[in-house]
Nanobody
């Protein structure tokens, strides 16, 4: 069983930055692709970014491309999401997800593990 815990959320003004972390409970984490998603109130879950188990492949949604950067440190069992130039529409609960299949993480369908989320609030 892999447990994922997100952290780093909070309140920030528009134009500001935050770095989210997704920490895993087991060393098997290094074999999993990791994705970041968000869900705003009343809206569907939205894919943001994914990174392969080695970190050699990354993928971004158009809505965050150029503003968000995903990275991982397998020695620390942690994946990061650096978020710059934040906008009020980025306000949401942010989740990380893990699966041993990169494509599955990108779609978010049938993902093995989900974190419990961290709230990001961007004020104008």
């Amino acid at each position: 069983q892999v447990q994922l815990v997100e952290s780093g959320g909070g309140s920030v003004q528009a134009g500001g930055s935050l770095r989210l972390s997704c920490a895993a409970s087991r060393r098997i984490f290094s074999c999993y692709a990791i994705g970041w998603f968000r869900q705003a109130p009343g809206q569907e879950r939205e894919f943001l970014s994914a990174i392969s188990w080695s970190g050699s492949s990354t993928y971004y949604a158009d809505s965050v491309k150029g503003r968000f950067t995903i990275s991982r440190d397998n020695a620390k069992n942690t994946v990061y999401l650096q978020m710059n130039s934040l906008k009020p529409e980025d306000t949401a609960v942010y989740y990380c997800a893990a699966d041993n299949n990169f494509r599955t993480v990108v779609t978010g369908q049938g993902v093995d593990y989900w974190g419990t989320g961290t709230l990001v609030t961007v004020s104008s």
